[in-house]
Nanobody, 121 residues
């Protein structure tokens, strides 16, 4: 089994910064893509940023220039640095990873439990 545990959410004022972390644990053989999604009340879950196993990245247009995704493959951890936060960034942020385990060696999708980010004065 695989668990994704997020941390780093909270309340921040507009213009502030937060760094989210997500650590994967379990019987992990390999991790392919990792990423961060978010879901605001009444809205669909959307991709914020993704990163491949080789370090290639992609971002939603709404966060380009304000966010940076990175990963530490040795720690099975992905990070999201968010700067110049806006009230519209308020959402529950979910970590996602494509993980192959020693049980099946097939890549499956796993999700974290979500961490709340609130941007408000």
């Amino acid at each position: 089994q695989v668990q994704l545990v997020e941390s780093g959410g909270g309340l921040v004022q507009p213009g502030g910064s937060l760094r989210l972390s997500c650590a994967a644990s379990g019987t992990i053989f390999s991790i392919n893509a990792m990423g961060w999604y978010r879901q605001a009340p009444g809205k669909r879950r959307e991709l914020v940023a993704g990163i491949t196993s080789g370090g290639g990245t992609n971002y939603a247009d709404s966060v380009k220039g304000r966010c940076a995704i990175s990963r530490d493959n040795a720690k099975n951890t992905v990070y999201l640095q968010m700067n110049s936060l806006k009230p519209e960034d308020t959402a529950v942020y979910y970590c996602h990873a494509q993980v192959a385990t020693y049980d099946s060696y097939r890549f499956n999708d796993y999700w974290g439990q979500g961490t709340q980010v609130t941007v408000s004065s």
